[in-house]
């Protein structure tokens, strides 16, 4: 798992390396300045002219130091500071110094006047621009000479490699404030930051590499509360199959959920959780949509429940005597939110203290009450997108929107569940407050039904014993992967139909990679 740090918890890592440990803050700053420098050599090896623009905080200091490398590697370097020299922190003034002792032309900007800069952009043959502004320190919108000079740099069409985090963003959130500096790649130090991970911060950030700096993990791991899967985390969170097993050995998963001109959604999921391993699915659906799904999944069986006479489920009866033959219950994709769905949940919550997952119609029935599902012995899995979130909390879909982590946190911490909340960088919360982002998954995911295949993935690990938090972050890297590998296929998005197929792929991709 990869750390993902705030600013607070970032500045506690570096308090605890230099004055706990030790390790001088200069001794950082020069292997960040290393990194940085790998990592342009790395990815922009054709680069010869390199701009680098530096501002008054560490930020600049790591900018100088990176400029006095590529300088001796025998590159073209133009330095420029925008600020007063004589306030720069001790270990910037310190590489600031280096850098003129080594006869890096340099421009100094202490007031709005940006046409130096400006002739450097269009009279010098510049390849690249590195960014060592501001790093992590703004928590505000950019203003004044800051705002018009990453204006001007981002309108010139330069790529731009951040030290550390774009110009413009707040490393310790995924809003964008305003005016900002995207970059093409951003090295960052130590860990990633919350900007790094998630939307729509992230997409400015580009290519990213973290930089070991010495920063020690332990530093790191002090006080982290979110993290992102790796593909190794994942392989070993897989569910074990003995080649003796049969289908018993495997569980048996209920999807409650459904309604007439809804049934592909419970097909879907079927399909799905049949693929990841379900020893036995059933659909339990109202008695019009039977016909539909018994035609779309044969591997699953169906289960008939009581319709009404817009033919939407009635309430529970149908349900009393199959629960006991059941591992795992996945409700909602589907259902609808009359009264007939809402008693349906509710005996459901009332009856039914087996591993569970609620998603899409389940959410929106809870709206207001995620309480309803505290308390429970195996917590709950719920699978909102936004819209569901804000709903279940009681709040707006752009707040939510806004910060999903807190969102997600808060959904977790008042419901007792497991809490994924759905969408680009989904994030999976526990009610304690550790959190998780996935990293798989593209904007091929962005259709009608792709959902309902998250639903029956999650579902069927839990009918296997897969205990909740692991069902869920197997469950989101296995369909994200899955929508990557459908994005080679088709340019926009990937039909819902077609991910159970792909997530055989994905499964295959990790297991292959074990073996390597």
Known sequence: MLPILDNEGMREADRRTIEDLGVPGIVLMENAATG???????TFPD???????CGPGNNGGDGFAA?????????DVQLCLLGDPGRLSTDAAT??????????????????????????????????????????????????????LVDMVAASGIPVVAVDVPTGLNGGSSEIPGTHLPADLTVTFASLKICHALPPACVSCGEVAVVDIGIPPTAIETGCSLR??????????LPSRS?????GRFGHLLIVAGSPGRGGAVAMAAKSAVVIGSGLVTMAVPEPVVPVVDAACLEAMTHTL?????GAVAGEKGLEDILDRMTAIAAGPGLGTGDGADKTITWLLDNWNGPLLLDADAINLLAGSPERLAGREIPAVLTPHPGELARLLGSATPDVVADRLAAAREAARRSGAIVIAKGYGSIIAEPEG??????????????????????????????QGVEPLRAALVGCWLHGRAGEIGGEIYPAAVPASELPGLLADAWQQLEEAAEE
């Open 434 to 463: 550790q959190a998780w982002v996935n990293p798989t998954g593209d904007v091929g995911l962005a259709s009608g039904g792709s959902g309902d295949v998250l639903t029956g993935t999650i579902g069927a690990l839990l009918a």
């Open 306 to 310: 009581f319709s009404d006479d817009t």
């Open 36 to 42: 940085v420098v790998d990592a342009i050599r790395e």
């Open 95 to 148: 590489n600031h110094q280096l850098a003129e002792a080594f006869g890096i032309p340099m421009a100094i900007v202490e007031d709005d006047d940006l046409s130096v800069i400006e002739a450097q952009l269009d009279d010098w043959p510049t390849d690249l621009v590195v960014d060592a502004l501001l790093g992590t320190g703004t928590d505000r919108p950019l203003t004044g000479r800051f705002a018009d």
């Open 67 to 75: 400029a006095r490398h590529l300088h001796n590697g025998g590159l």
């Open 228 to 237: 992102m899967t790796e593909s190794d985390d994942i392989t070993l969170m």
């Open 47 to 53: 680069a010869r002219r390199i701009l680098v623009i």
């Open 243 to 247: 080649p003796d097993a049969h289908k």
